[in-house]
């Protein structure tokens, strides 16, 4: 008889976790398991990539009357008496416009605020997965029954006191937390130091043959243009160092480089960007294309892949450039050092813009240590699908 599985993450809106899940999903032995997929957002562009054997669970009812303009879930609202719902989103948009919050309190307002009115999954599983921290775990240790739990983190995971109080009732609830590097576990040790034997390490699963064929599948830039091309993808947030990367491309273009600068990803400093960009004349310079649910193209054409991150969990997007031959040059964030060999495959730079510029201008102008790189990128192993290996052992 098939093990039951239900995986639980925010939506498949392309970052990494969700990258990730999409691989691992790809793995699985559906022989041997069933699998549910829980999402709290729908009508992103990876579930285009969800295999076929993969049940997507419909959306949860707060799930769809939150996608509703606050007009018409007022209406519903008096319609179907439904006022409970109503003031739980209230209670949360009142609470969120007070003052800029981490992602860690945001998720805390958002579970105090609303999962009175979230309903419980009826389904018995044998695993259940929550692949992402925050809202994801709330609702797995919460509002699912499984013989079996385990919670994902895929950043390097910070808490102050207030926060690591709420949420280690939530842990308390799950067999194991697995960490997507050993940096992510340190930090995640920092605010539990009690968890040591709880946490398992397993790396963010990614395929070369699968990004390999990706990459060949579709074309990427279609703007003739035939100077430096430089790339980073990720979501438009702080976390990503979006600000440093704009000072960056300032810099850039004031020492004459010929290059572009493009941007794959989407998120709540878009405007922000968009301002700054127009401001410093930068249009012609950094190029933000949006999202797409295959960026390998992207990857593939691009002649220096740039990383310039505050914190990451592991770093996907620089493993998945390095599968496909790419120099990268990256900041110093906490997991750079579990694939970047600083000088090797790609150049590991101080976390601040005069250092990114530096180290973009040394592969541009120095072909031969660029070269090396890239020689040095063809004969590294590639991906790390024997992880999947660590996920059947996890889960028995």
């Given at each position: 008889?098939?093990?039951?599985?239900?995986?639980?993450?925010?939506?498949?809106?392309?970052?990494?976790?969700?990258?990730?899940?999409?691989?691992l999903?790809?793995?699985?032995?559906?022989?041997?398991?069933?699998?549910?997929?829980?999402?709290?957002?729908?009508?992103?562009?990876?579930?285009?990539?969800?295999?076929?054997?993969?049940?997507?669970?419909?959306?949860?009812?707060?799930t769809?009357?939150?996608?509703?303009?606050?007009?018409?879930?007022?209406?519903?609202?008096?319609?179907?008496l439904?006022?409970?719902?109503?003031?739980?989103?209230?209670?949360?948009?009142i609470?969120?416009?007070?003052?800029?919050?981490?992602?860690?309190?945001?998720?805390?307002?958002?579970?105090?605020?609303?999962?009175?009115?979230?309903?419980?999954?009826?389904?018995?599983?044998?695993?259940?997965?929550?692949?992402?921290?925050?809202?994801?775990?709330?609702?797995?240790?919460?509002?699912?029954n499984?013989?079996?739990?385990?919670a994902?983190?895929?950043?390097?995971?910070?808490?102050?006191?207030?926060?690591a109080?709420?949420?280690?009732?939530f842990?308390e609830q799950?067999?194991?937390?697995i960490?997507?590097?050993?940096?992510?576990?340190?930090?995640?040790?920092e605010?539990?130091?009690?968890?040591?034997n709880?946490?398992?390490?397993i790396?963010?699963?990614?395929?070369?043959?699968?990004?390999?064929?990706?990459?060949?599948?579709?074309?990427?830039?279609?703007?003739?243009?035939?100077?430096?091309?430089?790339?980073?993808?990720?979501?438009?947030?702080s976390?990503?160092?979006?600000d440093?990367?704009?000072?960056?491309c300032?810099?850039?273009?004031?020492?004459?480089?010929?290059?572009?600068?493009?941007?794959?990803?989407?998120?709540?400093?878009?405007?922000?960007?968009?301002?700054?960009?127009?401001?410093?004349?930068?249009?012609?310079?950094?190029?933000?294309?949006?999202?797409?649910?295959?960026?390998?193209?992207?990857?593939k054409?691009?002649?220096?892949?740039v990383?310039?991150?505050?914190f990451?969990?592991?770093?996907?997007?620089?493993?998945?450039?390095?599968?496909?031959?790419?120099?990268?040059v990256?900041?110093?964030?906490?997991?750079?050092?579990?694939?970047?060999?600083?000088?090797?495959?790609?150049?590991?730079?101080?976390?601040?813009?005069?250092?990114i510029?530096?180290?973009?201008?040394?592969?541009?102008?120095?072909?031969?240590?660029?070269?090396?790189?890239?020689?040095?990128?063809?004969?590294?192993?590639?991906?790390?699908?024997?992880?999947?290996?660590?996920?059947?052992?996890?889960?028995?």
């Amino acid at each position: 008889m098939k093990k039951s599985l239900l995986f639980v993450i925010d939506s498949l809106v392309g970052a990494g976790a969700e990258k990730s899940l999409i691989t691992l999903l790809s793995q699985l032995d559906y022989k041997k398991y069933s699998v549910d997929l829980m999402l709290f957002a729908h009508g992103e562009l990876l579930e285009e990539l969800v295999p076929k054997e993969v049940t997507m669970l419909r959306p949860l009812r707060y799930t769809d009357f939150s996608r509703l303009s606050f007009k018409n879930a007022f209406i519903y609202s008096l319609r179907k008496l439904e006022l409970k719902m109503l003031i739980s989103r209230l209670k949360y948009s009142i609470k969120i416009r007070v003052k800029k919050y981490s992602n860690a309190q945001k998720a805390r307002l958002y579970w105090e605020s609303v999962s009175a009115v979230i309903e419980e999954n009826p389904k018995q599983y044998d695993i259940a997965i929550s692949y992402a921290q925050g809202v994801p775990t709330f609702y797995t240790a919460e509002k699912v029954n499984a013989k079996r739990k385990f919670a994902w983190v895929n950043v390097s995971y910070r808490l102050n006191s207030k926060e690591a109080n709420f949420q280690r009732k939530f842990y308390e609830q799950f067999e194991k937390i697995i960490a997507v590097s050993d940096s992510a576990k340190e930090v995640l040790l920092e605010t539990f130091p009690d968890y040591n034997n709880k946490i398992k390490i397993i790396y963010d699963i990614n395929d070369p043959c699968f990004i390999s064929n990706m990459a060949n599948l579709a074309e990427g830039y279609k703007d003739n243009f035939d100077g430096i091309r430089i790339l980073t993808i990720g979501r438009l947030a702080s976390q990503k160092g979006y600000d440093i990367a704009l000072r960056a491309c300032k810099r850039l273009k004031e020492k004459g480089a010929k290059f572009k600068w493009y941007v794959l990803g989407k998120g709540p400093l878009l405007k922000e960007m968009q301002r700054y960009i127009r401001e410093n004349n930068l249009s012609e310079y950094f190029v933000l294309l949006g999202v797409t649910a295959n960026p390998y193209p992207f990857i593939k054409d691009c002649d220096i892949y740039v990383q310039t991150s505050r914190f990451e969990g592991f770093g996907l997007a620089i493993a998945e450039a390095r599968m496909l031959n790419i120099p990268v040059v990256t900041t110093r964030f906490d997991a750079v050092y579990n694939q970047m060999i600083d000088g090797k495959n790609g150049l590991v730079v101080d976390m601040n813009d005069a250092a990114i510029c530096e180290g973009i201008l040394k592969l541009i102008h120095n072909k031969e240590l660029r070269q090396k790189i890239v020689c040095y990128l063809q004969q590294e192993k590639k991906g790390n699908i024997d992880e999947i290996n660590k996920f059947y052992e996890l889960i028995g």
